[in-house]
Each structure stands twice: as structure tokens, then as C-alpha cells.
């Protein structure tokens, strides 16, 4: 089955990002010159909106899209795009999709500072609107993509990553953003807690499934679902699913091996010696079959919900995000 584009999937509620476009970007007004200057230039790239996206599919899926739901879609927005803010400063990124970043254009001081405004923007709005329940949610979801970020540095040092560490750093990163979404998607419509659960199970798997695909499209692809380089990870010493899998093909001595050319691997030779190694030990396939699993989990997790436009666009979210090539 050919996956459907991503103006397809959110076709239910087109309108609605419409109304978010416009909410989103009123929530970074300021009355200081550098923040709207910084601001301006945030807006004028146009992201796939991914998380406003899952906020408005999963509260139309439960429910009807409110003032709630824009809410915390702006919300988990504004977080979002602090945080890849925050992210540019921590790898010394230069640029993003192809586009200079925050901090090569306004240093790094404006750049934390700016991601702060955001941060506590999203916080205000939630504050404002009286939505006390999304903040706890938000607030554990950052706790959580920092203690992710902070274990991968930790064991990108000592290059001893296994499986279920792996797992922990992801969940942690990426998907707890993603569940994120699509639990205050639910509880803006819905009082159910059978619904909050099940959307917080499939932004889960989906989020788990997203990360592992972009994984394997820095082994195999010409660039990533997020901006990244063929082979990035690899020069920053991240061993991600493909390559645990395949270093627990080989004996200790190769596993060393490998592992002393990622330790080195900058340049391109090494590199392509990696990204070798993981093809002929199947670290891609295996790394698919599992990205997989999680998709049918995720599809699996919405069987609760009533057949409509929106369940619909959540499904095909979930191809799209699984059968991307780049």
C-alpha cells in the first residue's frame, strides 16, 4: 500500500490547522524587537507540524477539536520548537533542514534564552487557559526527553549501549513528546480514561516506530526525517538500533573492532565501513521488522474508537511516518 502524503492525512482537520497557524504564531508576539526578529525567522520555516497534527487528529478521534485542543497543540508546539532550539546549541548545529540555525545566526546566548521565552509561553498559555491537567503531562514529557538526552551523552561516551538502553534513551526523546500529544488531544474532548490510554499507547508506539525508521535513514538513506545527514550519527558516536543488532552478530573482537572506527569515525572511509558492517550483518532489516511491530501496535491501540475521517488520518500518519524514504 502506497502511503498517503502528509496534506492528504490532515485533510479532516484542515481548517483547524488553520486555526492553529494562526494561534501558534500570535503565541510568540513580544513587545522586545529580538524576540520578534527571532520569532519571524522561526516562522518562516515551514516544518511538517507533526504534533499539532497528532493534538487535532486525536482530539477529533475522541471527540470534537475545541479551545482546549488548540491550546495544547499550540502548546506542545512552542515545546517542540524550544527544544530543537535548545538542541541546536548542545551539538553546536549550524543548520537545520538545510537552513541556518538559531545560534549560528543569533549565538548561543539568544538562542537558550529564546528557547526559555518559548518554553515558558507554552507554560503561560496553559496557565492561562486554566488547562492544569496539561501541565503535568508536559512538565513529566520534559523531564523525560532531558533524562533521555542525558543518558544517550552518558553512554555515547563509553560506546556500551545494548537494546534496552536504547529503548529507554527513545521512549525518553522522542516518543514521550509524541504520547505527549496525543493524550491531551484526548483529555481536550474526551473525560475517558479508556481513550486517554489508548491515544497515550499509540503516540507512544508511533513515536518509538519514527525514531527507529529515522535511525535506519541515517544508514541507508539521503537524509532524514529530521534534517539530518546520512551518517550523522555515526560521527557523533551514537549507536542506535542497527548497529546494537549487528554487533551482537560478530565476535567480541570484531565488535571491538567496529567499535574502535566509530570512536574515530569521522571521515568518510570509516564511515562507510560502519554503515557496511550494518548491512551485511542485517542491522537495517532487523531494525525495520521492529519499526513495524511498533506500527501495528500503534494501528492496534486505536481499535477502540469509532470508525471516522479522523481515526482514519491517524492510520495513514502511521504509514507515512513507517514507509518515508527520506
Known amino acids: 500500500m502506497i502511503s498517503k502524503s502528509l496534506s492528504q492525512i490532515s485533510r479532516p482537520i484542515k481548517q483547524e490547522l ?3 497557524d494562526l494561534l501558534f504564531k500570535n503565541s510568540m508576539k513580544s513587545k522586545v524587537g529580538i524576540v520578534d ?13 507533526i ?16 479551545d482546549r485542543s488548540y491550546r495544547g497543540a499550540v502548546l506542545v508546539e512552542l515545546l517542540h520548537t524550544a527544544t530543537l532550539i535548545h538542541d541546536d546549541v548542545v551539538d553546536n548545529a549550524d543548520k537545520r533542514r538545510g537552513v541556518w540555525s538559531i545560534n549560528a545566526l543569533f549565538k548561543n546566548k539568544v538562542s537558550v534564552l529564546m528557547g526559555d521565552y518559548l518554553l515558558s509561553r507554552g507554560l503561560m498559555i496553559a496557565v492561562e487557559g486554566k488547562d492544569f491537567d496539561f501541565l503535568g503531562v508536559i512538565t513529566n514529557a520534559v523531564r523525560r526527553m532531558s533524562e533521555g538526552e542525558l543518558l544517550q551523552i552518558q553512554k555515547t561516551r563509553k560506546l556500551d549501549i545494548d537494546e534496552e538502553t536504547y529503548f529507554k534513551v527513545i521512549s525518553d526523546k522522542t516518543a514521550s513528546l509524541l504520547e505527549t500529544c496525543c493524550v491531551i488531544g484526548a483529555m481536550s474532548a474526551s473525560d475517558n480514561s479508556e481513550y486517554h490510554e489508548a491515544l497515550k499507547k499509540f503516540g507512544h508506539s ?3 516506530s519514527f525514531q527507529i525508521r ?7 538513506g539521503t537524509s532524514s526525517l529530521i534534517g539530518k545527514p546520512v551518517g550523522g550519527d555515526i560521527k557523533e558516536k551514537k549507536i542506535t538500533l542497527p548497529l546494537i543488532y549487528s554487533l551482537r552478530q560478530v565476535s567480541d573482537s570484531k565488535a571491538s573492532e567496529i567499535k574502535k572506527l566509530l570512536k574515530n569515525g569521522k571521515d568518510k572511509d570509516k564511515v562507510k565501513k560502519i554503515i557496511q558492517f550494518v548491512r551485511e550483518n542485517n542491522g537495517i532489516d532487523y531494525a525495520l521488522q521492529t519499526a513495524q511491530k511498533y506500527s501495528v501496535e500503534a494501528k492496534e491501540s486505536l481499535s477502540i474508537f469509532p470508525d471516522s475521517p479522523a481515526k482514519i488520518a491517524l492510520e495513514s500518519l502511521v504509514d507515512f511516518i513507517t514507509e518515508r524514504k527520506n
Open 18 to 20: 488553520e486555526e492553529f
Open 37 to 49: 526578529l527571532v520569532t519571524r525567522y522561526i516562522l518562516r520555516q515551514k516544518g511538517k507540524k
Open 206 to 208: 508511533i513515536g518509538i
Open 214 to 220: 529515522d535511525d535506519i535513514l541515517d544508514y541507508e
Open 51 to 66: 504534533r499539532p497534527l497528532l493534538v487535532l487528529l486525536s482530539s477529533k478521534t475522541a471527540g470534537k477539536v475545541n
